[in-house]
């Protein structure tokens, strides 16, 4: 007597197209889990005042890239970590070897460089010499001998009278500053992280029907 035994629908089948739901859910999640956290990191720095050239820092990848995967994987970074990871933890800075720690005020206008203006770039550019001003109490301060232009910037003045030459505050220095927290980029990861399991699973059901 001969026995046939057969299984439908196909057993071998059956799993390995669970098994390609199964890649294309974990991918699909990740893929959406890393934009989200990318889009949650991008509206919080922008929310913080920091500007929307930063927050555009903030990048996402999945991988492996081009094809799904039970292991699939999301990376959400910055490409200015120093300064995303001192805005996220508020660290204290000071200055090296006891000097000072140069803060410029409006008078001192802004660096052709980007970022903050030095002194040693401010009298490059103004041709005015810093004054070097001790307090007891409160900060110290560098000052220059000059005009004040139309936007409060502080120029070298043309005057042989000296009229309308005043001695204005450049930078304030101090010894160390404690930098504000200003971002929580914890609080939105932990968020993204849990809702992927329940994530995974509804791509998972979705994707038979």
């Known amino acids: 007597m001969k026995i046939n035994v057969s299984i439908s629908p196909d057993l071998v089948a059956l799993m390995a197209a669970e098994v390609k739901a199964g890649q294309k859910a974990v991918s699909t999640t990740m893929a959406e889990a890393g934009a989200s956290l990318k889009s949650a990191w991008r509206t919080q720095i922008t929310g913080a005042g920091l500007g929307a050239r930063l927050s555009k820092t903030i990048r996402s990848q999945t991988y492996p890239k081009g094809r799904n995967s039970l292991d699939a994987a999301a990376l959400v970074w910055s490409n200015a970590p120093v300064i995303i990871g001192a805005h996220d933890t508020g660290p204290l800075i000071r200055s090296k070897g006891g000097s000072w720690l140069a803060i410029p005020l409006p008078a001192a206008g802004k660096s052709t460089k980007g970022g903050r203006i030095t002194p040693i770039e401010w009298e490059r550019r103004t041709g005015l010499r810093?004054?070097?001003?001790?307090?007891?109490?409160?900060?110290?301060?560098?000052?220059?001998?000059?005009?004040?232009?139309?936007?409060?910037?502080?120029?070298?003045?043309?005057?042989?009278?000296?009229?309308?030459?005043?001695?204005?505050?450049?930078?304030?220095?101090?010894?160390?500053?404690?930098l504000r927290k200003r971002l929580n980029l914890a609080r939105d990861a932990e968020r993204a992280a849990a809702a992927i399991p329940g994530s995974i699973v509804r791509n998972w059901v979705e994707d038979h029907f």
Request: net charge positive; aromatic share 6%.
């Open 130 to 178: 810093l004054r070097f001003i001790y307090r007891r109490r409160g900060p110290s301060l560098l000052v220059a001998e000059g005009r004040l232009n139309t936007k409060g910037r502080a120029v070298a003045s043309r005057s042989k009278t000296g009229r309308g030459v005043v001695t204005a505050p450049i930078f304030l220095l101090v010894r160390q500053v404690k």
